[in-house]
């Protein structure tokens, strides 16, 4: 087996994919709850077996398909061909002028069943995944497996496409290389979540966001392994068996309340990851915070509106929709404390975030402080007084829907080494059986040992065997 990455990709083509028919120039602002997030990449990758059929009989044929496709979406996926480009505030907006993606053609010498996904930092990263240009907002890389399987990864700027936005772009790509009609099409309709007039603010957003600006220096980085002590952030993926799960959710639900899987999964984490800020506490006044990312979308709907009217339709709204909303423990509470007590704070700092309200304060709140972006405090400075992670879900990751035409994936994964403050775990469905998951978790060293040590039976590094099903 390849090790830790160990393989040459050598790059054999780069090209531009524009839209296939032309698009008038035009600028399209960003909304309030864009301007919450930094500029940020994420990775999303999907690995496929050698094609079979007919019509796919050389790679070079599949990236013509991804290509065409490609070319094909972007007239409705227009904002994901254009750049991004500053306006006299300061704050970003997109020109939508065509200038197209970025798209890369490799080899790699290694074999699909060779690939260490359980350390994507050193098999992904750098190798399969693309950087993307500067102003862009899409790159694109195909990459050709030894055993003649296919690696199809793309990378995209956070600022205008959240998770959801990039799987509904995702599963209209592929169904546009199979000639079927997309099934959603996108809205790029900022006015949805214009803020209200008058402004309506509620000050308790002080203490989930704070504005850039009031940021302190960033600390200088850890340059010794003594000085880093295990607390350098780092991409593992595992897997979690649906018996584990169920386990997990029985023991954080009580007589009078079922928690959700999610629910479930977070507080044990946190359990997990409060551990290691165990340490020198004798006090015992460290806080480790949590944080789960909301998608508004649900709760902005209006339904009856949007059957009437599909350009105000959330479901098809293409931009960020979030919030993260965390909660903060004290660390020997939340190792001493069981699991249902611990997933009841967690369900707690929820409750108030998965409200319409919520997030028509949030953009009013934005609103007010314009053009001094803001940033999520535990993003940014969650780990001042203990160890701290968001949890974002990807269960409604569509894997299986990503086929361009010579199979469904066998693995597909985000990633996310977001740079931040905090960690970053995103659980999706595994591609092999429904009910278990796979977890991409961005966590320190630290943390991500003592999990492997003292979790092992719920938190099992991915290998090949559990997707070749």
């Known amino acids: 087996m390849v090790a830790e990455g160990d393989f040459i990709v050598t790059v054999s083509k780069k090209d531009v994919v524009a839209a296939v028919l032309p698009l008038q120039e035009h600028w399209l602002p960003l909304s309030n709850l864009d301007l919450l997030l930094p500029a940020i990449d994420f990775g999303v990758f999907f690995c496929y077996k050698k094609p079979t059929a007919a019509d796919f009989g050389s790679f070079g044929s599949a990236v013509d398909v991804l290509k065409k496709a490609m070319a094909e979406a972007l007239v409705s996926y227009y904002a994901l061909a254009g750049e991004v480009v500053y306006n006299y505030d300061g704050e970003p907006e997109l020109l939508c002028n065509n200038l197209g993606v970025d798209f890369v053609e490799a080899y790699a010498e290694v074999e699909l069943r060779d690939l260490n996904l359980y350390n994507p ?106 000085e880093a002590n295990g607390n350098n952030l780092i991409s593992r993926i595992y897997y979690i068996k649906s018996e584990q799960l169920n386990k997990l959710q029985l023991l954080a639900s009580s007589d009078e309340c079922k928690r959700t899987k999610l629910e479930s999964f977070s507080a044990y984490l946190w359990k997990m990851v409060a551990l290691t800020g165990n340490d020198n506490d004798d006090s015992g006044t460290r806080i480790s915070k949590m944080g789960v990312v909301v998608d508004g979308r649900t709760r902005l709907s209006s339904s009856k509106a949007d059957h009437v009217n599909k350009s105000m339709s959330m479901d098809s709204y293409f931009g960020n929709v979030l919030s993260v909303p965390f909660g903060g423990q004290k660390v020997t509470e939340l190792i001493e404390k069981p699991l249902s007590w611990v997933a009841k704070r967690v369900h707690d700092f929820l409750e108030n975030a998965v409200t319409k309200d919520h997030f028509l304060g949030l953009i009013d709140w934005v609103e007010a402080r314009r053009p001094d972006p803001a940033i999520s405090k535990i993003c940014a400075t ?24 010579w199979g469904k994936p066998v693995f597909g994964s985000y990633h996310f080494p977001w740079g931040g403050d905090a960690g970053y775990v995103m659980p999706m469905p595994s591609p092999a059986h429904n009910s278990d998951w796979v977890v991409y978790m961005y966590l320190s060293e630290k943390q991500l040992d003592l999990i492997e040590t003292q979790a092992s039976n719920v938190f099992e590094p991915l290998t090949f065997n559990y997707l070749a099903a």
């Open 121 to 226: 930092d050193e098999s992904i990263e750098g190798k399969l995944l693309p950087k993307k240009k500067k102003n862009g907002l899409l790159s694109v890389q195909a990459t050709e497996l030894k055993c003649g399987g296919i690696v199809v990864a793309c990378t995209l700027d956070h600022r205008i496409a959240d998770a959801y936005s990039t799987n509904m772009f995702l599963v209209s790509w592929a169904e546009i290389a199979q000639s079927k009609p997309m099934s959603v099409l996108p809205s790029f309709r900022r006015s949805i979540l214009n803020p209200r007039r008058p402004l309506c603010i509620d000050h308790a957003f002080d203490d989930m966001y704070l504005s850039i600006s009031s940021l302190p220096p960033p600390p200088p980085p850890n340059n010794t392994p003594e």
């Open 382 to 405: 969650g780990s001042k007084d203990g160890p701290a992670f968001v949890v974002s879900s990807g269960q409604r990751f569509p894997v299986s829907k990503v086929d361009f035409g």
